[in-house]
Nanobody
Framework: VQLQASGGGLVQSGGSLRLSCVDSRRTFSNNAVGWFRRAPGEERKFVAA????????TYEDSLEGRFTISRDNAKNAVYLQMNSLKPEDTAVYYCAAAYGSIVTKSIDRYRYWGQGTQVTVSS
């Protein structure tokens, strides 16, 4: 598994972004995949995760309803649609593939990490 996250950028408050996470080795179709973020001065925190088939998803409680995770295994890609963005959503966003196929919020259960993509939301 080799992950690459993209799609970050600068957006105004209330705007939207869609992040993509692609596995260049095309091997993560059996893994759950999660998104995490790290704001300046903070630890990396869970955002959302999706099971290997895409049927199961879980979100950080405060983000559900604004963020939507999805995947397309035919394209070896997982997406994070972020709507109604707020300045507090500013962070580096990382995608990661879990050890197994089941969704999990635990950062310790994620084995492969992408390099991160910066999201900046201006007020």
């Amino acid at each position: 598994v080799q992950l690459q996250a993209s799609g970050g950028g600068l957006v105004q408050s209330g705007g939207s972004l869609r992040l993509s996470c692609v596995d260049s080795r095309r091997t993560f179709s059996n893994n759950a995949v999660g998104w995490f973020r790290r704001a300046p001065g903070e630890e990396r925190k869970f955002v959302a995760a999706i099971g290997w088939r895409g049927a199961s998803t879980t979100y950080e409680d405060s983000l559900e309803g604004r963020f939507t995770i999805s995947r397309d295994n035919a394209k070896n890609a997982v997406y994070l649609q972020m709507n109604s963005l707020k300045p507090e959503d500013t962070a580096v966003y990382y995608c990661a593939a879990a050890y197994g196929s089941i969704v999990t919020k635990s950062i310790d259960r994620y084995r492969y990490w992408g390099q991160g993509t910066q999201v900046t939301v201006s007020s």
